[in-house]
């Protein structure tokens, strides 16, 4: 049963660069696959980051494209997360999650989610 | 882009009905999948593809979808559903975009 497990600071200052990592366990990221990040701001809704297929193709929500970066690591069977330039704004949980059904077809879900973490952006 | 409109709240009695909508434009002719998220806990699949429910999900919940709504149903609510559940589509409209509605806020009374 695959597993998800996000890592990283806690804690960004303003104008910083928000760095999470997500490992992967009881399966391969090389499967057939995209992995995703999403995110709640505290006692709000959740947004979609983007995601990443183990090939190392993207895609990323438009809101966010021009700060975010989502790579792969096949060798350590984990894909992380760079957001740069953050601001309070961008205080939220951050869930990491595999993506299921086909998107060729447009059609998929997220399951399952890490436990996600809080990162909050504060001087 | 595309936009999931959610109640906020429902309030429901135990042992009774919850019927929780998902509206959007023509969302009949896209798949909808439901999450639940209870406090301090990550979201949960209950129902993807509209209607299918993932192993381990009881069978009071179900889905449906037609014209500009989608529909979650929990039949036989007990005290633990109590929770918020979103629902989830692809924004074809959009460059790539998985959308997500506002959330909806189940009390159980």
């Known amino acids: 049963q695959v597993q998800l497990q996000e890592s990283g600071p806690g804690l960004v200052k303003p104008s910083g660069t928000l760095s999470l990592t997500c490992a992967v366990s009881?399966?391969?990221?090389?499967?057939?696959?995209?992995w995703s990040w999403i995110r709640q701001p505290p006692g709000k809704g959740l947004e979609w980051i983007g995601e990443i297929y183990h090939s190392g193709s993207t895609n990323y929500n438009p809101s966010l494209k021009s700060r975010v970066t989502i790579s792969v690591d096949k060798s350590k069977n984990q894909f992380s997360l760079k957001l740069s330039s953050v601001t309070a704004a961008d205080t939220a949980v951050y869930y990491c999650a595999r993506v299921m059904g086909n998107i060729a077809a447009a059609v998929g879900w997220f399951d399952p989610w890490g436990q996600g973490t809080l990162v909050t952006v504060s001087s | 882009s595309y936009v999931l409109t959610q109640p906020p709240s429902v309030s429901v009695a135990p042992g009774k009905t919850a019927r929780i909508t998902c509206g959007g434009n023509n969302i009949g002719s896209k798949s909808v999948h439901w999450y639940q998220q209870k406090p301090g806990q990550a979201p949960v699949l209950v129902i993807y593809?509209?209607?299918d429910r993932p192993s381990g999900i009881p069978e009071r919940f179900s889905g449906s979808n037609s014209g500009n709504t989608a529909t979650l149903t929990i039949s036989r609510v007990e005290a633990g559903d109590e929770a918020d559940y979103y629902c989830?589509?692809?924004?074809?409209?959009?460059?790539?975009?998985?959308?997500f509605g506002g959330g909806t806020k189940l009390t159980v009374l």
């Open positions: 989830q589509v692809w924004d074809s409209s959009s460059d790539h975009h998985w959308v």
């Open positions: 593809y509209d209607s």
């Open positions: 009881g399966g391969s990221i090389s499967s057939s696959n995209w």
